[in-house]
């Protein structure tokens, strides 16, 4: 009997959870809100004993996403900063990072605490700059953090070229994916050896839920990443993780419309009066888009710009965008990424990322992208 392919990554997401309760039958798996499970031999636990160290959604929701991802396994847990910092406990103390000078400023900010106690040294580096990227690592490095695309500037990384240089350098490699999802980038078939993800963004889809997930190559490596969760506390809630097994099993769909979305208003606003600057991987003239194409299969939800008018008018005079943070929700959002989302990090490494205080980035959601051009529109006229 000749075997059947692997299903392709629609249906997997489709497919996650479901038919996956053998107690009642249920299509969609039941939430389990039991702070404890029944042993039948004291000696011998089942597949879950106790909710800080396992639940059956979180169990389910982990195992879909390593799926997507390509990975061995993965921890689901309470937030993707929690996601992060579970990555940094596996580190031995004293260990050198080298991180993008760019990535996230909620990731910086912990690296920076951290660093500043002891825990570890931090080195930042321009990970799109491979020359500068090899020099940061020559002293060599516990870990190389990269996030590609960058927030909120979306700068590309080479994904293998960089993995390369980290794993010379004696590094461990993670990728933080939580721009594109494992939907539009998958950074462990690239040479990266973990990725880190906010589950709160394009994977649930919905702005209803917080969470992150690790994923690893490494079977060993999950394993002790699961420790340390059980360890620390840091797992995700049952409810949670019934969200985003929900948003999951849509998420292909939604990506490549949020993707098509935000390239047709970035294709827009590049050609109009009153913008100065477009950053979007889609657009030909953007310096990382060759690279873009070839390791991803979507340009993602997200565009930052800088127009002529106040930054601050604008934002205001949006209707159907919401002023808020996060990215990747059905729902389109503007924020300004200086005084929100990366308002952690110092002037100075704002200022080396790139990131003025006059930027303002957009989260392309599902609405008609007719009604979000004529709100874009109408707001630069007005400001």
Known sequence: MTARPKPGLDTRAARAGINADPGHGAVVAPISVSATYVREDAAAPGPHDYARTSNPGRALLAEAVAGLEGAAGAVATASGMAAIDLLLNDLPGGARIVAAHDCYGGAQRLFNARAAGGRFEIVYADCTDLEALKTALAPGAALLFLETPSNPRLR?????????????????????????????QRPLELGADVTVSSLTKLINGHSDMIGGVLCAKDPEAVERHRWWANAAGTGLAAFDAFLGMRGLRTLPLRARAQSDTALELARRLDAHPSVRRVDHPGLESHPGHALAKRQQSGFGPLLSIEIEGDAHAFVQRLEVFTLAQSLGGAESLVSIPALMTHAAMSPEARATAGIADSLIRLSAGLEDVEDLWADLDAALRAA
């Not at 994904?159 to 939580?178: C, F, K, M, P, R």
């Open 156 to 184: 590309i990384t080479d994904i293998q070229a960089a993995s390369d240089l980290g794993h010379e350098a004696g590094a461990l490699v993670a990728v933080d994916n939580t721009v594109l999802s494992p939907a539009l």
